[in-house]
């Protein structure tokens, strides 16, 4: 479904199997020379999600540098978010209004987990300058994705279920739109994929 201009949503996207593939990779990745960390803001506030960036490296707010890549972004991460987009917008890889974008080519990934209680605070991801699209893949506990305007962090907004092997690609006139995440649903996951608690693999453009 397309819940905003240039916002796909593709429920069940992912296979079990790949899903479980998906949530023992990101098992791996937090085993190498980085963990999953609670982001500090600016502000001093902290963040109850815990996050990991493969690639280019990243925190929530704030690209690190060039030069910096602890963990690499695996080829086969590229090509599953080469492959969601060809999904989403079709194989031209048209998206939003009249925007065309000739090979999505992400440079980073963040993983992001969700603990019982975490949640993600309404905001706008500006940090990338490149007008490619963010896929986000889901695995896990199901959660309340709340889609907002591109004006202010406030209404109006579109809540949506994201559910375990969703994809939603974001791009075109939503690139910029407010979104979060206010809720998961503790013990949702099915028993099967060896995961407690939620996990989202968002892959990008820096255009850095
Ligand atoms: C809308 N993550 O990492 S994924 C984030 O589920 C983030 O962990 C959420 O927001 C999560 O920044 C939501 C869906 C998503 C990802 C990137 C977007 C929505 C987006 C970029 C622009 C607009
Ligand atoms: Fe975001």
Redesign the pocket.
Known sequence: SEPAPG?VHVPGWLSFARQRELVAACREFGRGPVSYEHTVLPGGGVMS?R?LCLGRRWV?YRYLGPEENLLELPEWLVGLGRAAVAEAYGADETYGADETYGGFAPDTA?V?F?ADGAK?GM???KEERSPAP?V?L?MGDT?V?R?GNTESRGRPWTDVE?VSGDL?V?GGP????Y???PKVYAGSAEPGLGLAG?L?I?L?ETGL
């Open positions: 916002v999600v996050s929530p963040l992001n969700y993600m905001h706008q991801d963010v986000s889901s959660c994705f889609l994201l939603l974001f939503s690139r910029l739109a979104h979060g995440v939620r989202n968002t990008r």
